[in-house]
């Protein structure tokens, strides 16, 4: 198998083998961004780094312990523990000696600015203070998440009035791989694989996201860096990180994504929009990704010579109606929804299968077999007791192997059930969310909870689409622009699209139904002046 990125070791998740190193259902949906722009900030802003032959290895994790510490950390703490309260109070007190005031409150300006930060908070949840972020309003306000070992646990009371900062920060790692999600650097290598060949598109996405975190918001990112660097530690400098991988780099679907940033970032839009815009794209093309791989017809065969674009091209019904045709659209939307889901958890069972079939013609000793599938799906890993009990049903399966009650392919099937019962329990937890999750924040899919969940295109997603497909200054005619949408994500609206997808004939509605989608989607961009519609009814696309 082909892959593109960092790969350190043989054994990874069932999921990984199929969608890369890693997506993971725990990630909020704005960390993708966030984490993207902090890997490609970390390589200085330069795309295709990390990889083997690239200069650069590694990326800076910026730990910036000061400036999170201030905004995030108080008397609310979910992890309260001494040493943050105390080295919150040694910041304080430098910041005081720095703040000048005409009156003299300087508490006053210390609350104004924090409040004025916060402001900008992108991920609270329950999370603990080392795991929320800033919305990256300025390359000062993207920082790594953290963790605090042990936080909890900690039963000390007084803290020495003579502790270092370096022991105050000592016990907050920045490595903990496992911990942490990687959608964010899935991206960064989905966009840096699909430029290997076009060196000019690859340096203006990475010039332009430097500009947008760089040259705006300069007055909030020099505030940002007053405060952080108001506190000193060894455990507060940068510290360094390495990529995750994708598969199959040369498949053409990642280069749809880069056409779309490289458009999408021409767009004439005020800094903070175009990066909330920039997250939504990012959670459509990670979406559309998942179910592009999950295709029935996808191989890496596929994926390598670029068929898989008419291959696998999906069919996701758009239902722009939102019920005003008593849910006629919105139920075939629906049921095209459930099938993704059954295709990606199909698409996990046939890999399993085919990855043993594959061990069984290489050996027939089963003991080879198991420790094959052990190492590949790194299930040492796995929990204790899920573990024992696979192994139990494993040895079991091969005294009935060794009293020749089954041959060596009713053994492989049956071991095969054994191992696919066993990867899809964290399969299910951990990866079958990433899709809904993402899909229902970035507005693709609603609704947000609740049965009946369908593809849609929210406001901000269809913007975001939109300036994707359209530059400034140009224009496209609206069926012009549906078809794109057809040809490059697989998103069906209006008839033509329901025929060429082969919908009109799976899914036996009305064709007057997608007639009206066509015009539900088009009063809507109007609205939101995406499009204009001339008096002798022709649309154009021109945001
Ligand atoms: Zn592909």
């Known amino acids: ?268 839009l005020d800094s903070l929009e175009k990066l909330d815009l920039l997250a939504h794209l990012i959670g459509f093309h990670v979406t559309l990704y998942i179910y592009h791989r999950a295709h029935p017809e996808a191989t890496p065969e596929r994926h390598e010579d670029g068929s898989c674009l008419d291959l696998c091209r999906l069919a996701l019904l758009i239902d722009a109606l939102e019920g005003a045709d008593g849910g006629i659209v919105r139920g075939v939307s629906a049921s095209l929804f459930r099938e993704q889901e059954a295709h990606i958890e199909q698409k996990a069972r046939d890999y399993v299968r085919q990855q043993v079939e594959a061990w069984g013609m290489k050996t027939k000793d089963y003991k080879d077999l198991d420790s094959m599938a052990q190492e590949h799906f790194n299930i040492s890993a796995l929990h204790g007791k899920t573990k024992a009990a696979f192994n139990r049903r494993v040895h079991a399966l091969q005294e009935k192997f060794l009293h020749k009650e089954i041959d060596w392919n009713g053994y492989l099937n049956s071991y095969t059930e054994l191992l696919t019962d066993l990867l899809l329990i964290n399969f299910r937890k951990h990866f079958l969310g990433v899709h809904r999750k993402l899909s229902k924040s970035v507005g693709f899919v609603l609704p947000r909870k609740g049965p009946r969940a369908r593809f849609v295109l929210g406001d901000n997603l269809l913007k975001a689409i939109t300036l994707s497909n359209v530059a400034p200054g140009e224009e496209m005619s609206y069926d012009e622009f549906l078809e794109r949408l057809y040809e490059r994500y697989g998103l069906v609206v209006g008839l033509v699209q329901a025929k060429k997808s082969g919908l009109v004939n799976r899914q036996p509605i009305n064709t007057q139904y997608y007639e009206r989608n066509r015009t539900a989607l088009l009063e809507k961009m109007k609205y939101a002046g995406l499009a204009i519609e001339y008096s002798d009814a022709t649309a154009i696309v021109k945001p």
Not at 13 to 42: D, K, T
Not at 89 to 95: F, M, P, S
Not at 112 to 117: D, Y
């Open 1 to 268: 198998m082909k892959c593109y990125g960092y790969k350190d070791r043989e054994g990874y998740p069932l999921a990984a083998w199929i969608w890369g190193h890693r997506l993971w259902a725990g990630q909020h949906w704005m960390e993708y961004l966030l984490e993207f722009l902090n890997v490609l900030a970390g390589f200085d802003y330069e795309l295709g780094q990390g990889i083997k032959g690239a200069s650069k290895k590694e990326y800076i994790r910026f730990a910036r312990l000061g400036l999170r510490r201030f905004v995030f950390y108080d008397e609310h703490e979910k992890t309260r523990h001494p040493y943050d309260d105390e080295a919150s109070r040694r910041l304080r007190e430098a910041l005081l000696q720095i703040v000048q005031t005409i009156d003299g409150n300087k508490q006053f300006v210390l609350e104004t600015t924090r409040s004025l930060l916060r402001a900008f908070s992108a991920i609270e949840e329950q999370r603990s203070w080392f795991a929320k972020s800033l919305f990256p309003a300025h390359h000062n306000f993207l920082f790594w998440e953290a963790l605090r070992r042990g936080a909890t646990k900690y039963r000390g009371k007084s803290v020495p009035h003579d502790i270092s900062p370096q022991e105050l920060d000592a016990g907050i790692t920045f490595d903990e791989r496992n911990f942490f999600a990687r959608g964010g650097e899935l991206y960064y290598l989905m966009l840096s694989a699909s430029t290997e060949k076009n060196q000019e598109r690859r340096r203006f996405i990475a010039r332009q996201l430097q500009h947008l975190l760089n040259d705006h918001n300069q007055d909030l990112g020099g505030l940002a860096e007053i405060i952080d660097k108001a506190w000193h530690s060894e455990g507060s400098s940068d510290k360094k990180g390495t990529v995750g991988w994708i598969p199959d780099p040369a498949c053409p679907f990642y280069t749809i994504f880069t056409e779309d940033v490289e458009t999408f970032l021409k767009a004439d």
